[in-house]
C-alpha cells in the first residue's frame, strides 16, 4: 500500500489497484500477557468459548472488561461457577464507576465471585483444574476451575498490510488515529472499528 498523484495504490495478489479511498478493516487479536505458565495450558479465549461443546462446571476469567463480564454473565445463567480475576479496582475500567460496582453488586447476586485489584502471578494445570495464582493487598491466593478465559482485551491487527507505508498518525496505544468521521491523518483513508 502506498500513496501516489493523491490516489492509494494497493498491490494485492500480483495486481496493483489504484483508489481515492480506502476502508481499513484488519480486525484485532486477543491480548495475551505474559503470565507465568500460561503457554502451558489449555486456555479459552472469546473464540474458543464460542466455539465450546460442553460446559465446565467452573469457570475461572481474567480481565473483568466488557468482554469478560458478557461472558461471566453468559456462563452463569448457565449454571457455571464463575469467578472473575480483575486487575483493577472495578469492573468495567472505562465506565462510570458507580454503574460498575452497581452492576457487579447485581453480578455477586448470581453467583459471581470477584478479584478486584488482583494481579494474576501465574496458572498451573493441577488434577483439580487449572489454578489461578494471584496476588493483592490481602496476600497470595489461588482459584481452580474447570476452565480459564483469558480476557484482558483487544488489539488492532495492522501489520502484514503495508499500512506503514501510508504514514498514517497512530495513538499511543498503537491505534490508528482517526476524526469525527472516521478518517485517518491520510485523506479517503477511513478505519473501522475492530
Known sequence: TGEDNGLIQILAGGEKYEVIYLLVCTGSDT????IKGLSEIDYWTSKEALEMVA?????AIIGGGVIGMEFASFFTSLGVQVTVVEMLDEILGGMDKELSAMLRAEYAKKGIKF?????VVGVSKEETGITVSYENADGTGTV???????????????KGFGLENLNLEWTERRCIKVDEHLQS??????????
Open 144 to 158: 481452580t476451575a474447570d476452565k480459564l478465559l483469558m480476557s484482558v482485551g483487544r488489539r488492532p491487527v495492522t
Open 115 to 119: 478479584l478486584l485489584s488482583t494481579k
Open 185 to 194: 491523518s491520510v485523506p479517503g483513508v477511513y478505519v473501522c472499528g475492530d
Open 31 to 34: 491480548v495475551i500477557p505474559p
Open 55 to 59: 460446559l465446565p462446571k467452573s469457570l
